[in-house]
């Protein structure tokens, strides 16, 4: 069976520093992944997905994220971070259509 | 595009009533959807997977007595709670899927109280 670790329950940056939010996955086959976020009382937000091709790949408002293969690794990271991000990030694998989520992590970004 | 809606947003009710939730794909298709529950500060728990025209295929553990779900457009799923009572009280997410549906698009939730 698939999962995902997020191995951070909160990340605390301050704004315009970088950052980084970890997932590690399982899955049998080719993997296939996401990063969502949710606002309080949201749904969730796509920001990105990685199926194929590049390891480095680019979402919504400025976030990318890193395949690693041989980590088994998707971290979600932004190059400088605003405080309008302060949100709750989930990490998700997808197998047989359905979506496997990690446990999420809170950022927080502070003046 | 590939929005979601839900209604309704907030919903309280008595122990022993039953609840209708709706899930609406607005501009296109979804030939699957999925309903998902979460708890105060933890992750998305599938419920179950729908898919238009069939029955729903629920998860280990997920009374299909109680959440009734119905998918019976390529728009619109729902999700009726039966029989409610307050551990049932939830945040209950939706997302629709349609074409070769790599992602999944979420409603915005519906916070579900029962008192």
């Known amino acids: 069976a698939q999962s995902v670790a997020q191995p951070e329950d909160q990340v605390n940056v301050a704004e315009g520093n970088p950052l980084t939010v970890k997932c590690t996955y399982s899955?049998?086959?080719?993997?296939?992944l996401f990063w969502y976020v949710q606002y309080p009382n949201r749904g969730l937000q796509f920001l990105l997905k990685?199926?194929?091709?590049?390891?480095l790949v680019k979402g919504s408002y400025g976030f990318e994220a890193e395949f690693n293969k041989s980590q088994t690794s998707f971290h979600l990271k932004k190059p400088s971070a605003l405080v309008s991000d302060s949100a709750l990030y989930f990490c998700?694998?997808?197998?047989?259509?359905?979506?496997?989520f990690g446990t999420g992590t809170q950022l927080k970004v502070e003046l | 595009g590939a929005v979601v809606s839900q209604h309704p947003s907030r919903v309280i009710c008595k122990s022993g009533t039953s609840v209708k939730i709706e899930c609406r794909s607005l501009?296109?298709?979804?030939?699957?959807m999925f309903w998902y529950r979460q708890f105060p500060k933890q992750s998305l728990m599938l419920m179950a997977t729908?898919?238009?025209?069939?029955?729903?295929?629920?998860e280990q553990g997920v009374e299909k007595d109680k959440f009734l779900i119905n998918h019976a457009s390529l728009t619109l799923s729902t999700l009726t709670v039966t029989s409610a009572h307050p551990e049932d009280s939830s945040f209950y997410i939706c997302?629709?899927?349609?074409?070769?549906?790599?992602?999944?698009?979420f409603g915005p939730g519906t916070r579900l109280t029962v008192t």
């Open positions: 997302s629709a899927s349609g074409g070769r549906g790599y992602e999944q698009y």
């Open positions: 899955v049998s086959g080719n993997p296939y």
């Open positions: 990685y199926i194929t091709g590049d390891n």
């Open positions: 998700a694998v997808r197998a047989s259509r359905k979506l496997t």
């Open positions: 501009d296109f298709q979804a030939t699957t």
């Open positions: 729908s898919n238009e025209g069939s029955k729903a295929t629920y």
